[in-house]
């Protein structure tokens, strides 16, 4: 009897605890669901905001002259009204997505509950989704960002909460409108009425019920769905919606059998647009817009819908300048990509397991098959098999067969670019080019990114040395040299040529780009000198420690790198880029302004700016950067800089105008892969065009003169003064005597440059200062 006993007070214990850990469960769901509700984990859309969703105005944004370069919105703008749409859509959208739509409240608890049983606890993933119509539109109009997985739920649970709260304002009626005119269908059309002129030539209310199936079908997943490109899929889907259509009586059987043997006879007119001007740098005021209407609720109180109030953002960005800048990237970037591809022929790296092999296992074709308990050569064979899909190609083809392992290699080959134009004075950004192509590669290299710098950071070593008493006249041996303390490191010059016994100044050593010069100049100066000024021109990243820094192995932002140059337009000081001057409200009244606000300071003295000017000038008149005069028949005042980087992985050349700073960049996404030859992948070849290209069309536009005409300022005498030496002086006599010109030479490397801070540098460098 005592066992019995302990074995039922045993027995009690753990049905009370576990009775206990179930109701605190229950009890922590709730809590946790009215937590979100009452906006502990991020604020939910209040009834303003949902209630002015049916006559929201989307927002426009504008360049600097007013002119449009785009919109903000949630819904497509060519709306159409519940009586525009023909029974049999609604019909077949219903049955299809929402059985029970006329029938909950927002949340399908039979659908919930069927999620829940099978696709989580039975592991069923053909039991479907529990999203009501309702739930979907809040998606659509609401679009989901996160960054860790735990924030899914939390997101669903708003979805459901904000879902309920539409089913209370609008009529069922008004949300399946509301769904039909936000949801995405294939070939980025937005809305019913978009995808019914794009696929049939026709207003919605014209489409016929296997018509209105084939686009319905499409939501499941717009481009396997996609008619357009497998008509295959869009059959079988298209006859999956018929019949759920006939399994809830919304078409009878003669009308159902009819119809399953349609081919679709699509009418093909894709709506006539360049895809939108600027795309990369219209995502980037979306984003600053997103931070400051959140500040703008919490200064004010009151709360700002960037998609539906009908803001006007009045930005920086010149039209004619960007488009100016996308045509030559195009132009450019077709003519690289098909030498890049060429030179390298049949050695090409994108085509090594090496390299492509890693990208294939964090695919998620990859990890879906690996799921399913397939084995390595069954996962090979899937995955070489070929069939169509939907790539980037400069060729006009996005749909190409091939297998998930070409589309990898194709996608590793592809080059990209970048592209910035920016006021020195002001920071305002004239034109943003982020990459090749938005639709396919979100990317934004202008300000994502982070590549090394190659010689473009040269000016910098440079300018930091003219600050610490070294003299454009100052002459350094060009032959190259061996560092013992840095693992007998030996940079060389890119041209090959024999130095011994030539020396050169540093106009000349920076006309030609010369790395053995850049890493001696580095020496003098000081590696910590170098970098105190780097920061003072408006570089934020880390920037490495080391005597490699000469050649450009910091790795930097475009716009980090257009804010450091700007300093050598703006009197010494950096300008932080800025895209919006001011926010207005659908009256004119001003919102936010946003006026230049310069943190720097003072970075160097107005006669060095002078004399790094005239140097970068001549880069561009005899030295790397010429073709912009033999090849593009440029006679602007240019001063500029090329960069090629390590195995010509990133190309780089920074145009400086009187009043514009641009940057071009070039290269692949994937670090390992660059060009096989130096003289397809210098910046000069690679990046160097899209400038030429751009200021050409500039100097062709008389609105832009004020630009494409402006002159730097003569030189002072004592900058002239300064400049005025041979740019070579050889050894003299006895130094040629007593110098073995086949002996290696090598040295150790003085990182702070205290060997050469004698008192005469430190008298020289007061004595050259003008202010």
């Given at each position: 009897m005592p066992k019995k006993k302990k074995r039922k007070t045993f027995k009690s214990k753990i049905i009370k605890y576990l009775s206990l850990i179930l109701v605190a469960g229950?009890?922590?769901?709730?809590?946790?669901?009215?937590?979100v509700k009452a906006g502990l984990f991020g604020k939910l859309p209040d009834e303003k905001l949902l209630s002015n969703i049916k006559n929201a105005q989307a927002s426009e944004i504008l360049d600097e002259n007013d002119e449009n370069i785009g919109f903000l919105y949630r819904s497509y703008r060519s709306s159409v009204e519940y009586e525009d749409l023909p029974q049999h859509l609604i019909d077949a959208l219903v049955a299809t997505e929402d059985a029970r739509f006329f029938e909950h409240s927002g949340i399908d608890y039979r659908s919930v509950f069927r999620v829940l049983v099978k696709t989580i606890i039975l592991q069923d993933r053909s039991a479907g989704g529990g999203s009501t119509l309702s739930q979907q539109l809040v998606k659509n109009l609401f679009p989901r960002e996160y960054d860790h997985k735990f924030e899914i739920l939390i997101i669903k649970i708003k979805e459901s909460i904000v879902a309920q709260r539409l089913e209370e304002i609008y009529s069922k009626e008004e949300l399946l409108a509301l769904y039909l005119n936000t949801v995405s269908f294939p070939d980025n059309t937005f809305g019913i009425e978009a995808a019914s002129q794009t696929f049939f030539n026709k207003h919605v209310s014209k489409l016929s019920i296997d018509e209105a199936a084939v686009l319905v079908g499409s939501l499941k997943a717009t481009y396997t769905y996609n008619p357009r490109i497998f008509p295959e899929n869009s059959f079988q889907r298209r006859n999956v919606v018929l019949s759920q259509m006939h399994k809830y009586d919304k078409i009878d059987q003669e009308t159902y059998e009819n119809t399953i043997k349609k081919k679709i006879a699509l009418e093909y007119q894709p709506i006539k647009s360049d895809k939108g001007i600027a795309p990369y740098f219209r995502e980037q005021v979306r984003q600053e817009l997103v931070k400051w209407a959140e500040r703008y609720e919490k200064e004010t109180g009151e709360s700002i819908d960037i998609y539906g109030d009908g803001l006007k953002i009045h930005t920086t960005l010149n039209k004619k300048m960007q488009l100016y800048a996308e045509s030559a990237m195009r132009t450019h970037m077709q003519d690289l990509q098909k030498a890049f591809e060429d030179n390298w022929g049949n050695l090409a790296p994108w085509k090594k397991k090496a390299i492509y092999g890693e990208y294939i296992k964090r695919s998620h074709h990859f990890q879906a098959l690996k799921k399913q308990g397939k084995t390595a050569e069954e996962i090979q064979i899937i995955l070489n098999q070929k069939k169509e899909m939907q790539v980037f190609d400069w060729s006009g083809s996005d749909v190409q067969t091939m297998s998930v392992i070409d589309s990898i290699q194709h996608a590793l080959k592809t080059l990209q670019a970048g592209f910035l134009v920016m006021e020195p004075g002001s920071g305002a950004i004239k034109a943003w080019v982020g990459g090749i192509d938005f639709e396919y590669f979100k990317y934004d290299h202008v300000k994502q990114s982070k590549r090394q710098v190659g010689s473009t950071f040269k000016p910098l070593v440079y300018m930091a040395a003219l600050e610490h008493g070294v003299e454009p006249c100052d002459y350094f041996p060009a032959k190259a040299v061996s560092y013992e303390n840095l693992e007998g490191w030996k940079p060389t010059n890119s041209d090959d040529e024999d130095y011994d016994y030539i020396n050169v100044s540093m106009q000349e050593a920076l006309r030609k780009s010369m790395n053995t010069v850049s890493v001696k100049i580095l020496e003098q100066t000081g590696i910590p000198s170098v970098i105190d000024l780097a920061k003072a021109m408006g570089i934020?990243?880390?920037?490495?420690?080391?005597?490699?820094?000469?050649?450009?192995?910091?790795?930097?932002?475009?716009?980090?790198?257009?804010?450091?140059?700007?300093?050598?337009?703006?009197?010494?000081?950096?300008?932080?880029?800025?895209?919006?001057?001011?926010?207005?409200?659908?009256?004119?009244?001003?919102?936010?302004?946003?006026?230049?606000?310069?943190?720097?300071?003072?970075?160097?003295?107005?006669?060095?700016?002078?004399?790094?000017?005239?140097?970068?000038?001549?880069?561009?008149?005899?030295?790397?950067?010429?073709?912009?005069?033999?090849?593009?028949?440029?006679?602007?005042?240019?001063?500029?800089?090329?960069?090629?980087?390590?195995?010509?992985?990133?190309?780089?050349?920074?145009?400086?105008?009187?009043n514009l700073v641009t940057l071009s960049w070039t290269g692949s996404d994937n670090g390992s892969i660059g060009f096989r030859s130096t003289s397809i992948g210098q910046g000069a070849n690679s990046a160097l065009p899209i400038f030429g290209l751009w200021m050409q069309k500039v100097n062709a536009d008389a609105s832009l003169n004020s630009y494409s005409r402006s002159q730097f300022s003569p030189l002072t005498e004592k900058a002239s003064k300064l400049l005025d030496c041979p740019p070579i002086k050889e050894d003299g006599f006895f130094k040629k005597l007593f110098t073995n010109p086949d002996k290696e030479k090598s040295k150790n490397f003085d990182e702070d440059g205290k060997e050469k801070k004698g008192l005469f540098n430190k008298i020289k460098k007061l004595f050259k200062k003008d202010d």
């Amino acid at each position: 009897m005592p066992k019995k006993k302990k074995r039922k007070t045993f027995k009690s214990k753990i049905i009370k605890y576990l009775s206990l850990i179930l109701v605190a469960g229950i009890l922590l769901v709730i809590l946790f669901f009215y937590g979100v509700k009452a906006g502990l984990f991020g604020k939910l859309p209040d009834e303003k905001l949902l209630s002015n969703i049916k006559n929201a105005q989307a927002s426009e944004i504008l360049d600097e002259n007013d002119e449009n370069i785009g919109f903000l919105y949630r819904s497509y703008r060519s709306s159409v009204e519940y009586e525009d749409l023909p029974q049999h859509l609604i019909d077949a959208l219903v049955a299809t997505e929402d059985a029970r739509f006329f029938e909950h409240s927002g949340i399908d608890y039979r659908s919930v509950f069927r999620v829940l049983v099978k696709t989580i606890i039975l592991q069923d993933r053909s039991a479907g989704g529990g999203s009501t119509l309702s739930q979907q539109l809040v998606k659509n109009l609401f679009p989901r960002e996160y960054d860790h997985k735990f924030e899914i739920l939390i997101i669903k649970i708003k979805e459901s909460i904000v879902a309920q709260r539409l089913e209370e304002i609008y009529s069922k009626e008004e949300l399946l409108a509301l769904y039909l005119n936000t949801v995405s269908f294939p070939d980025n059309t937005f809305g019913i009425e978009a995808a019914s002129q794009t696929f049939f030539n026709k207003h919605v209310s014209k489409l016929s019920i296997d018509e209105a199936a084939v686009l319905v079908g499409s939501l499941k997943a717009t481009y396997t769905y996609n008619p357009r490109i497998f008509p295959e899929n869009s059959f079988q889907r298209r006859n999956v919606v018929l019949s759920q259509m006939h399994k809830y009586d919304k078409i009878d059987q003669e009308t159902y059998e009819n119809t399953i043997k349609k081919k679709i006879a699509l009418e093909y007119q894709p709506i006539k647009s360049d895809k939108g001007i600027a795309p990369y740098f219209r995502e980037q005021v979306r984003q600053e817009l997103v931070k400051w209407a959140e500040r703008y609720e919490k200064e004010t109180g009151e709360s700002i819908d960037i998609y539906g109030d009908g803001l006007k953002i009045h930005t920086t960005l010149n039209k004619k300048m960007q488009l100016y800048a996308e045509s030559a990237m195009r132009t450019h970037m077709q003519d690289l990509q098909k030498a890049f591809e060429d030179n390298w022929g049949n050695l090409a790296p994108w085509k090594k397991k090496a390299i492509y092999g890693e990208y294939i296992k964090r695919s998620h074709h990859f990890q879906a098959l690996k799921k399913q308990g397939k084995t390595a050569e069954e996962i090979q064979i899937i995955l070489n098999q070929k069939k169509e899909m939907q790539v980037f190609d400069w060729s006009g083809s996005d749909v190409q067969t091939m297998s998930v392992i070409d589309s990898i290699q194709h996608a590793l080959k592809t080059l990209q670019a970048g592209f910035l134009v920016m006021e020195p004075g002001s920071g305002a950004i004239k034109a943003w080019v982020g990459g090749i192509d938005f639709e396919y590669f979100k990317y934004d290299h202008v300000k994502q990114s982070k590549r090394q710098v190659g010689s473009t950071f040269k000016p910098l070593v440079y300018m930091a040395a003219l600050e610490h008493g070294v003299e454009p006249c100052d002459y350094f041996p060009a032959k190259a040299v061996s560092y013992e303390n840095l693992e007998g490191w030996k940079p060389t010059n890119s041209d090959d040529e024999d130095y011994d016994y030539i020396n050169v100044s540093m106009q000349e050593a920076l006309r030609k780009s010369m790395n053995t010069v850049s890493v001696k100049i580095l020496e003098q100066t000081g590696i910590p000198s170098v970098i105190d000024l780097a920061k003072a021109m408006g570089i934020k990243s880390q920037i490495p420690e080391v005597a490699s820094l000469a050649l450009g192995t910091a790795e930097l932002s475009m716009l980090e790198l257009a804010t450091a140059y700007s300093s050598f337009l703006n009197n010494g000081i950096a300008s932080e880029p800025i895209i919006i001057e001011k926010i207005t409200d659908g009256s004119g009244k001003v919102l936010a302004d946003f006026n230049a606000n310069n943190q720097y300071e003072k970075a160097f003295s107005s006669l060095n700016q002078e004399l790094m000017l005239e140097m970068m000038q001549e880069v561009v008149n005899s030295g790397t950067a010429s073709r912009l005069r033999w090849k593009y028949k440029l006679k602007n005042d240019i001063a500029g800089k090329t960069g090629t980087t390590q195995n010509n992985r990133d190309g780089w050349f920074v145009g400086l105008l009187p009043n514009l700073v641009t940057l071009s960049w070039t290269g692949s996404d994937n670090g390992s892969i660059g060009f096989r030859s130096t003289s397809i992948g210098q910046g000069a070849n690679s990046a160097l065009p899209i400038f030429g290209l751009w200021m050409q069309k500039v100097n062709a536009d008389a609105s832009l003169n004020s630009y494409s005409r402006s002159q730097f300022s003569p030189l002072t005498e004592k900058a002239s003064k300064l400049l005025d030496c041979p740019p070579i002086k050889e050894d003299g006599f006895f130094k040629k005597l007593f110098t073995n010109p086949d002996k290696e030479k090598s040295k150790n490397f003085d990182e702070d440059g205290k060997e050469k801070k004698g008192l005469f540098n430190k008298i020289k460098k007061l004595f050259k200062k003008d202010d």
